[in-house]
Nanobody, 121 residues
């Protein structure tokens, strides 16, 4: 099982980045996917989530209107389009996969290794 994030890097304030999470080794199309991030000295926090069928979108208040989560089940890949970046978005971004039955997680869950996003002028 692998979740491999890519697309991180350095962006200027107001700029954009697009993260990707490539999945392999499990049935990606039936898993709910999420992006989390952990900034320097901060707790890991949920950024965005998307259901297996592409619905059920959720976003942290801090990124609403700026970030867009999406997925392509044919490519086993999830994306995070990040616009209007600001220094507070600096963090390691992780992708996460899990299955849920109602509000309960079932079976195994998986984490990627993370990709660094730095927003600075």
């Amino acid at each position: 099982v692998q979740l491999v994030e890519s697309g991180g890097g350095l962006a200027q304030p107001g700029g954009s980045l697009r993260l990707a999470c490539a999945a392999s080794g499990f049935a990606f199309s039936i898993y709910r996917m999420r992006w989390y991030r952990q900034g320097p000295g901060k707790e890991r926090e949920l950024v965005a989530g998307i259901d297996a069928d592409g619905g059920g979108l959720e976003y942290a208040d801090s990124v609403k209107g700026r970030f867009t989560i999406s997925r392509d089940n044919a490519k086993n890949t999830m994306y995070l389009q990040m616009n209007s970046l600001n220094p507070e978005d600096t963090a390691i971004y992780y992708c996460y996969a899990a299955r849920f039955l109602k509000s309960f997680r079932i079976g195994n869950d998986y984490w990627g290794q993370g990709t660094q996003v730095t927003v600075s002028s």
